[in-house]
């Protein structure tokens, strides 16, 4: 997050990468220290804005490009995969992507209090899920109106170069206000969620939750490796580092759920089920 920050100030508004480097750990350090009413307002306005701003960006980018993108489509297009892409390849791809982002659960798990039955936290799940799903698309087909150019699909922030090409100044001043907002409550909501993970911890022990000055301590521990880390640059943060993490997940996180986890379900419904049984036959 903050190497994107970075990239996306220094293309917008030319300000220095390590600027926006800097700004958003800052940003996502105040915020943390607020924590969370301040943190749920500061990502509710953010989420609307990013919102308007991908329908700004989709009808820009699509409508200039749909011829193009109906060719790709029809003509299964693939050229920018050395090699082309197989079946198996997109299956993969798909589940390495899925794992980049089953990251976020087990940390924000602890960090969901509202919802206290099974219908709120399924309805929530469904919102979330629409409310993620939906950018991507809009961005896939902005993406297609120009594959396979390398110009835009290597680029270290793609729709930033479609915005050079579609829209004012504005328009790219407007994103990289909107962006930078978006990948600061990004880091914000996974930091925080981090932070209450170990809160949820420390209850279970018996133990006292962190104070605030602790957690802005871990919180700005975790920024300091963060500040670190941008300096491999996003490309190779994503191509490496993702894929790393995302190997890692699914080791620790989505086997043992798909296994143990349905495992566990099936056995406490059959005990449940006997009790029930149990019981009626007393």
């Known amino acids: 997050m903050a190497s994107a920050t970075g990239e996306?100030?220094?293309?917008?508004?030319g300000l220095n990468y390590w600027v926006g480097v800097i700004a958003v750990i800052l940003a996502v350090g105040i915020?943390?220290?607020y924590g969370t009413k301040v943190i749920e307002k500061f990502e509710t306005y953010g989420t609307v804005a990013l919102y308007a701003a991908y329908i700004i960006f989709?009808?820009?980018a699509i409508s200039k490009n749909i011829g193009n993108i109906q060719h790709v489509l029809v003509t299964g297009d693939t050229s920018f995969v050395e090699g082309g892409s197989s079946i198996?390849?997109?299956i993969w791809t798909g589940i390495v992507y899925v794992a980049y982002n089953l990251i976020v659960y087990p940390a924000s798990f602890a960090?969901?209090?509202r919802q206290t039955t099974r219908k709120e936290s399924v309805i929530s799940g469904i919102i979330a899920g629409v409310l993620m799903t939906v950018p991507w698309f809009i961005t896939y087909f902005a993406f297609m109106g120009y594959y396979p150019q390398e110009?835009?699909?290597?680029?270290?922030?793609?729709w930033l170069d479609i915005l050079y090409q579609v829209g004012g100044t504005w328009t790219i001043v407007l994103f990289g206000v909107v962006m930078g907002w978006t990948l600061i409550e990004t880091s914000t909501g996974v930091l925080h969620a981090f932070?209450?993970?170990v809160n949820s911890t420390l209850s279970d022990y018996g133990k006292e939750t962190l104070t605030r000055?602790?957690?802005a301590v871990l919180t700005i521990v975790v920024l300091v490796i963060a500040t670190v880390f941008s300096k491999f640059g996003i490309i190779d943060l994503i191509a490496k580092g993702y894929e790393a993490m995302s190997y890692g997940t699914m080791i620790v996180y989505a086997l043992p759920l798909l296994t143990i986890g349905i495992y566990k379900i099936v056995k406490e419904s059959k005990n449940k089920q006997n009790t029930e049984d149990t019981e009626k036959a007393n």
């Open 8 to 13: 996306i100030v220094n293309k917008t508004i």
């Open 31 to 33: 915020l943390n220290f």
């Open 58 to 60: 989709g009808v820009l």
């Open 88 to 90: 198996r390849y997109i």
């Open 111 to 113: 960090s969901l209090k």
């Open 151 to 158: 110009a835009i699909l290597a680029s270290s922030v793609p």
């Open 195 to 197: 932070v209450e993970r």
């Open 213 to 215: 000055g602790q957690s």
